[in-house]
């Protein structure tokens, strides 16, 4: 009889563990929601300086798949919030003919070293890149600074209108722009949304998804004319401390009717893009 009681003693109490254990369990998750899952932190962003890394490679195919080069552009960037500034350096292009080969060391672009600027929508204006060549390069390297204009937009600019998975459009986000003195963009949607908690180096981040589809690009350079279409998405991790990105992936692919030149015909390409921004601590 003893140890029957004993057994029913030992049950019980395992059960109660059990269920207190489940119960702690369920208000930690309560917690963790009503903490990090109901709205995103009104904290302002952190005022001290940041310095990222960001790696674009693009993959060039024609409209069956046939491989025709790759390029990849790598950058620093600084960023002071403080005041306000932004800064490129050791920015570098390499290319390759061979889809397995490795990158070659590259050229340094020196017109955008230690390029500084206040980002903003002046950076699409035609004299903001008055010191840079007309061509194909340079176009890479405005791309580093229109893409980190784009991630900063999407990490910081909307944070009031987020709400945990579900869509947010960006008004007035469909009309087109001028791009410099090179061309034209129209954006026929964005979409962010916020879709979770996560983490980089220890430190817990919002994600932040964004996509734009059926793109309408146009470009006139010394020697090429383009026009097609471009769609990229991707994701942001963004600080909840500090508001400071942590990091970003895009990716993204263009199909363009290519014109070159001193060339009797014109030409159907596709490329596409990776690029990766990485925090430098």
Not at 78 to 86: H, I, K, P, V, Y
Not at 204 to 212: D, K, P, Q, V
């Amino acid at each position: 009889m003893k140890k029957f009681f004993s057994t029913v003693s030992t049950g019980i109490v395992t059960s109660l563990l059990i269920i207190t254990n489940l119960s702690s369990e369920a208000q930690t998750r309560k917690d963790l929601i009503a903490n990090y899952l109901t709205c995103l932190p009104a904290v302002p962003v952190s005022k001290a300086t940041q310095k990222y890394r960001m790696t674009a490679v693009y993959i060039n195919r024609d409209l069956y798949g046939n491989f025709t080069g790759k390029v990849k552009i790598t950058g620093e960037y600084t960023r002071c919030l403080s005041a306000d500034t932004c800064s490129w350096n050791n920015v570098i292009i390499s290319s390759s003919n061979k889809y397995d080969d490795v990158f070659p060391d590259g050229i340094r672009q020196n017109y955008i070293e230690d390029f500084r600027y206040v980002p903003s929508a002046k950076m699409l204006n035609t004299d903001a890149f008055s010191g840079f060549p007309p061509n194909t390069e340079s176009v890479l390297a405005r791309n580093l600074i229109w893409d980190m204009k784009a991630i900063e937009d999407f990490a910081w600019n909307y944070r009031d209108s987020l709400k945990l998975n579900r869509i947010f459009h960006i008004p007035g986000a469909d009309s087109e722009f001028e791009m410099g003195n090179i061309g034209t963009y129209a954006h026929s949607d964005i979409q962010l949304c916020w879709t979770g908690i996560s983490e980089v180096k220890g430190r817990l981040c919002t994600l932040i998804e964004f996509r734009a589809i059926d793109n309408r690009i146009e470009m006139s350079l010394d020697a090429i004319n383009t026009k097609g279409t471009e769609q990229y998405w991707g994701t942001v991790w963004v600080s909840l401390k500090e508001m400071t990105i942590e990091h970003a992936e895009m990716y993204g692919g263009t199909i363009q009717e290519i014109e070159v030149k001193g060339m009797e015909n014109k030409f159907l390409a596709k490329t596409i893009r990776e690029l990766w921004v990485d925090k430098l601590d």
